[in-house]
């Protein structure tokens, strides 16, 4: 890190191996983040080239933080100009290297209220991505501050570089339809134009995107972009977090530059008319918060015996939006907690999707196991239901006791089968929750549940426990302990299908601060079954993907995308899911039917090999044709895993919209051993779609090309044609109604 000493400003200028921040900061200003470059895979030999410093210094303070004794300087509803974040003054930074983290650490203070804020920014060796948060205290013996909101995240570099021309990039979300890709610029029509020179509403309003509760994904993917439309440069960001967020774009306009000065318009003898500027320095910002008081009933008390840590967020920049969100891929693979299946990624089969639909029994699934490991399977998980003796599941989870009438010679017995055809047995588990009517309801203490006003909460017949708790933690300790070490349990899926509403004021501060507390225990509560058990392998399912987010997926290994149980729908859930999970933790269904054609089988299971292959289907069923159409489909994903594991997603015909005809995307797959660049591309086609679709792939450059179909195998179903572009390469089908491939493109010898 270098400082360097202008009349007023001094710069902070610090690059780890792959990006290169400046801040500066002023006696009368806090620290800003001005600029933000990619120095490239040579981070030297682009450094002469890097475009720092910018034609206009952003204005926006590194960190925000509101609190009701000092409130804002302009009222609104965002979360930037807040007066504590203003009134910040540079204390001293540190930079250290350890274990492959390059870390830098900047302190401010804040003269009238003690506040002390320290920013933390790590950055991986190699990953052009950095992890930031920001922990905020009082000075010993300073008066306790209320706080509502603290900035994971906030700068006005890039988003400044041409207000005019950025665009808001993010995925709204729902049940069954996931990872709706959509963008708005920040100007109009983002923001409705209320000064004739400015194209934007100016200060008081934002593009906004918000989760709530702890459903982190229920309503929109907590990741973003913010992306020049013009020339393409991207600044992204994620938001690792397994609880509440928001996100917002606004502008940043500079009110006095150009105009008459305010100490010559005070007093004057003349009216001074309309605002008088030139608006030449207007920028923007970004800020990134977790909980918040407004939105998510969260607040804390600093003082002498609490601080408080924003939630982590990472952010990118790149010359393109697949480059942000590739460099954001690359910053999961090298954060996340190594596990055993890492390397293997086994293909599982899991009862429950368009099989046998939360209703196991002995009789169903032993048929369903013998077909799972013909095909190629290697864990086989039983799902919902298998712990409940009746038909009424839902409200009797939490004991997790096997059933007796639904396995007649013992749930053992079925995993003592899965085991003899060469699989790992799995479990299904929603372990935060209690059914009312389970006996765990009964025995545990009121202490051991999200509570509010002294009253469990109470969400569709069950009750949610609270993980501050050691009873809640040590009821969900026996159980899995019991399953693993008693039944030989290797594989859990993790549900959660209730959420408990703004949080709990038992034991808290405020309601969003227990549910935040609570959130982080249950990441805590993860990582301390994985140290006992190691070679467990841990899904993260929340009714779908309600709850896919990097907290949870820094931790576990595996995230199903989606409850979608149209085949024809799911390719754009799965597709836009990748732009926030890595293909080797996207568990994508597959479940193809007996009564399936061969192209609605090729259709199913070519969204399950856009990414970690989750197979279903009523396999048992199924004649030997059809078998061999999906074991080959389990055979090429065993073929093409390796490579996905080291692949980079793109997205030839863009982030996928809910109704396109075309669906693609593209794994980018670098050179390994002796072994070539390749690419993995996927193409889904709907009945309504047009027979050709031209596929941007500027990774390959200009080279000549050779595109292999590698599923289905060529004998099967239309054929279709691959013809290089300049752009990239178009397919061109025959007319013929729904159909999908897999093709392995590699570069001409």
């Known amino acids: 890190m270098t400082l360097t000493d202008a009349p007023r400003v001094t710069t902070l200028d610090w690059d780890n191996s792959r990006l290169r921040l400046l801040f500066d900061h002023d006696a009368e200003g806090p620290v800003r983040l001005v600029a933000i470059d990619d120095l490239g895979v040579d981070g030297e030999a682009t450094r002469a080239s890097s475009s720092l410093p910018r034609h206009r210094t952003p204005r926006q303070p590194l960190v925000e933080v509101l609190a009701p004794a000092w409130g804002r300087s302009n009222n609104s509803y965002r ?49 052009p991505a950095v992890r930031t948060t920001t922990t905020v205290a009082v000075e010993p013996g300073g008066a306790p501050l209320l706080v509502w909101a603290v900035t994971s995240f906030a700068t006005g570099a890039v988003v400044s570089d041409s207000p005019n021309d950025v665009d808001l990039w993010w995925a709204d979300s729902g049940w069954c339809s996931e990872n709706r890709w959509t963008s708005k610029p920040l100007r109009s029509p983002g923001l409705a134009a209320i000064d004739r020179t400015a194209r934007g509403e100016t200060s008081r309003n934002r593009l906004a995107v918000s989760s709530l509760s702890t459903w982190s994904s229920g309503i929109a993917n907590p990741i973003g972009a913010a992306r020049d439309r013009v020339g393409g440069r991207t600044l992204a960001w994620q938001i690792e977090h397994n609880g509440a967020w928001t996100f917002e774009l606004g502008e940043s306009p500079h009110w006095g530059h150009g105009g008459v000065p305010l100490e010559d318009r005070l007093f004057s003898e003349k009216p001074f008319g309309p605002p008088r500027g030139d608006r030449s320095e207007d920028g923007a910002y970004v800020a990134v918060l977790g909980p918040t008081d407004t939105l998510h009933h969260w607040s804390v008390v600093l003082d002498g015996d609490r601080s408080f840590t924003s939630v982590p967020v990472s952010f990118t920049v790149a010359d393109t939006l697949d480059d942000a969100f590739g460099a954001l891929t690359a910053q999961r693979r090298a954060t996340r907690r190594p596990h055993p299946q890492d390397e293997t990624l086994p293909v599982v089969f899991n009862d429950y999707m368009n099989t046998l639909e939360g209703d196991p029994t002995e009789g169903k699934l032993l048929p ?382």
């Open 79 to 127: 979360y930037d100009a807040t007066a504590l974040g203003a009134g910040l003054r540079y204390v001293d930074s540190t930079t250290s290297r350890s274990a492959g983290v390059d870390r830098l650490e900047i302190v401010q203070r804040h003269e009238g209220s003690g506040l002390v804020a320290t920013t933390v920014f790590e950055a991986r060796t190699g990953v």
């Open 368 to 749: 369903l196991i013998d077909a799972a490991a013909d095909v190629g399977a290697e864990y086989f998980c039983i799902d919902a239901g298998w712990y409940d003796d009746t038909a009424g599941w839902w409200a009797s989870v939490g004991d997790w006791q096997p059933s007796t009438a639904r396995f007649p010679s013992g749930l053992a017995s079925v995993l003592d089968h899965i085991r003899s055809r060469g699989m790992v047995p799995g479990l299904w588990l929603e372990p935060e929750v209690v059914g009312v009517t389970s006996r765990a309801a009964g025995t545990l203490p009121d202490s051991a549940f999200l509570q509010r006003g002294g009253v469990r909460i109470v969400e569709h017949e069950r009750h949610l426990l609270d993980l501050r708790s050691p009873e809640a933690r040590a009821h969900l300790d026996e159980a899995v302990d019991r399953l693993v070490g008693e039944l030989g349990v290797g594989f859990f899926k993790l549900d959660y299908n209730v959420t408990p509403g703004a949080g709990t004021d038992h034991a808290a501060e405020s309601v969003g601060d227990g549910l935040l507390e609570h959130n982080r225990a249950l990441l805590s509560w993860l990582e301390t079954v994985l140290d006992r058990h190691p070679d467990l392998v841990l899904e993260n399912c929340g009714s779908g993907a309600m709850r896919s987010d990097f907290g949870m997926l820094g931790v576990l290994q595996l995230q199903s995308t989606s409850d979608q149980q149209d085949p024809l729908l799911y390719p754009a859930i799965a597709v836009g899911a990748l732009a926030h999970v890595l293909p080797e933790q996207a568990g994508n269904w597959a479940y193809p039917q007996p009564d399936m054609s061969d192209e609605m089988i090729v259709f199913t299971e070519c969204t399950g090999l856009a990414g970690r292959l989750y197979q279903a289907g009523v396999l048992s069923g199924m004649d030997e044709h059809r078998l061999d159409l999906v074991a080959e489909a389990v055979a090429v994903h065993k073929r093409m895993r390796g490579a996905l594991a080291r692949s980079t997603p793109r997205f030839p015909t863009g982030l996928p919209s809910w109704d396109d005809a075309w669906t693609t995307v593209a794994f980018d797959v670098p050179a390994a051993a002796d072994d070539d660049d390749e690419t993995y591309l996927i193409a889904w086609r709907q009945a309504h779609a047009d027979a050709t679709v031209e596929l941007s792939l500027p990774h390959l450059g200009s080279d000549d090309l050779q595109v292999e179909q590698v599923y289905p195998p060529a004998s099967t179903g239309a054929a279709w044609t691959a013809i290089r572009t300049d752009a990239g390469l178009r397919l061109e089908t025959p007319d013929a109604g729904v159909g999908a491939r897999v093709y392995r493109v590699t570069r001409a010898s």
